[in-house]
């Protein structure tokens, strides 16, 4: 799993998503922009985090609260709830 640089600052997060609330555009393909670096902080439970972007090698991981995801920009992926969940996203640029 990849590292968010040192060189970027922490903007915002999102609200704490559950297995409920989870939004529909983040467990189908998608990207951030060019700048924007992110890290799927697993509060309780799991998440499957897929890179999905042909460019570069796939990935498929089980987050957790002791293994959180890196997206980086613009870097295609998605993710899959697995059982009951609770995440929140950090963007830094």
């Known amino acids: 799993m990849k590292t968010i640089p040192d060189t970027v600052t922490h903007y ?3 609200t704490v998503f559950t297995q409920d609330t989870v939004p529909a555009a983040i467990q189908r393909g998608h990207t951030t922009a060019g700048d924007v670096w ?12 897929r890179i999905t972007d042909p460019r570069v090698l796939a990935e498929e991981v089980l ?3 002791d293994l959180p995801g890196v997206v980086e920009p613009q870097i295609e992926h998605e993710v899959q ?11 830094h640029r």
């Not at 992110?38 to 985090?49: D, N, P, Q, V, W």
């Not at 709830?81 to 963007?91: I, K, M």
Request: aromatic share 10%.
């Open 63 to 65: 987050l957790t609260p």
């Open 12 to 14: 915002k997060s999102t």
């Open 38 to 49: 992110a890290r799927i902080r697993i509060l309780e439970g799991s998440l499957l985090y």
């Open 81 to 91: 709830v697995v059982g009951p969940v609770r995440f929140q996203l950090d963007f």
